[in-house]
């Protein structure tokens, strides 16, 4: 499989985890499997030649989950770096905008953050949500 393939799988799959991540209480086995799924294309990419290389560019993906998923998989390899990321994501405490967490057909969610140790509520923003 093509670099820029696995890569394309990461991004669309971290995507539609996070978002799936907030409903988790509506559909629970979808968010499992979409789990499962991002985390067999991270551990794919990452045991590519260039995979490192292509984790660090995904931290400069617009979408907030692909840079947070990213993050979590690069901790094993910089720490200090992966961390940094983590942590900017975890100190959002504003309304994000909508590019950041926007998906197709899918509710827009924004998180408001009262520590870095807790996300406190999660809050749907979209007013078509079923």
Known sequence: MK???IMGNCIDSAILYGVSAYEVVVNPRKTNKLYDKQYKNFKLLKKH?????SLYQLLQHPNIYVKYISAIHLLSVDEKKAKEVIMTVA???K????HYLSVPNIPIC???????DSITSVTRSN????
């Open 127 to 130: 007013n078509n949500f079923p």
């Open 49 to 53: 030649t260039n995979g490192v290389e």
């Open 95 to 98: 309304r994000l905008d909508p």
């Open 3 to 5: 670099l820029e393939e």
């Open 110 to 116: 924004t998180l408001s953050c009262v520590s870095v």
């Open 91 to 93: 100190t959002i405490n």
